[in-house]
Every structure is written in C-alpha cells, then in structure tokens.
C-alpha cells in the first residue's frame, strides 16, 4: 500500500471545507467592485473604495482644504465643500461600477494614482495626487476624464 505525505492529506481533507468556507461566505450582491495593484500604497484602499462606490461625502473627507479638480474638462480651484458638490453631481450623473487603479507613485509626503473608473456606461481615467501634511495624506488634485 502506497503512503500518502501528511501534509497532502491534510490538504485533501482541508480543502473542500476552505471552499465551500469561502463560496457561503460571499456577499450575494456586489454594486461596485474595486482594485488596487499589488504592493500599492494602503492609503488609496479607502479612497479607491469610495470611488467604486460613489460615495462623495466620504470621499470628500480626504480633500484638502481647498484642491484642485477636473471633471470632464471642467477645471477649477475649489474648497472641499465645492469639491464635495462636484463628485457628487457626477456620481448622480454617472453612477460608478468599478474602479480599478492601474497604477501608484511617489515619495514619503506625496502619492499619485491612475485607475480607471467605469460609470454611467461608460470609462473615465482618474488621476489622484495626495501630499502629506504632518501624518495624514488629503488629495490636492482629482481629475476625472473621459477615456
């Protein structure tokens, strides 16, 4: 009679209860999905998550006081409040699906990412810079534009 290796019978035995583990504990439904690359930097997990879900209130809470924003061509400098009003008439406008950042950079007290963002039936490249001011990074820029 053959032996099986322990570790591969334990294998066996645990493998068919970590699937059907991971199959019932799946949300049923999923309005917006997003990505960020491997190794990406942790702080555009939230704001990556907000975007997906077109929630401008939450998001707005990482704008600096007052920031840069472009929406489909629509240059301005703005408060946080304005800023806040922007999203959000663009989320009502087009709302998201998906978001998925395809890429991140920068240094210690400042960030960039390029994700692609999927809304209202159609894709929008959104550019995000944050700077760091003392512990805790806000966006400074936010361009939304039509792929």
């Not at 702080?43 to 998550?49: A, C, G, H, Y």
């Not at 409040?81 to 922007?86: D, E, F, N, T």
């Not at 240094?107 to 995000?128: D, P, S």
């Amino acid at each position: 009679m053959k032996r099986i290796p322990i570790a591969l019978l334990v294998l066996l035995l645990a493998g068919p209860a970590a699937l059907a583990q991971s199959f019932f504990l799946q949300p049923v439904s999923k309005p917006a999905t997003i990505t960020v690359p491997e190794g990406g930097d942790d702080v555009f997990i939230p704001i990556s998550k907000y975007i997906a879900a077109g929630n401008a209130e939450a998001l707005s809470a990482w704008f600096a006081d007052n920031l840069e924003i472009a929406v489909l061509a629509r240059e301005s400098a703005a408060s946080r409040a304005q800023a806040k009003q922007i999203v959000k008439s663009f989320f009502d406008n087009y709302t998201p699906r998906s978001f998925d950042i395809n890429h991140t950079a920068g240094r210690a007290n400042m960030k960039y990412a390029l994700g692609i963002l999927k809304a209202g039936g159609e894709t929008f490249n959104v550019t995000i810079f944050l700077s760091c001011k003392g512990k805790r990074y806000r966006i400074q820029q936010l361009k939304i534009e039509r792929f």
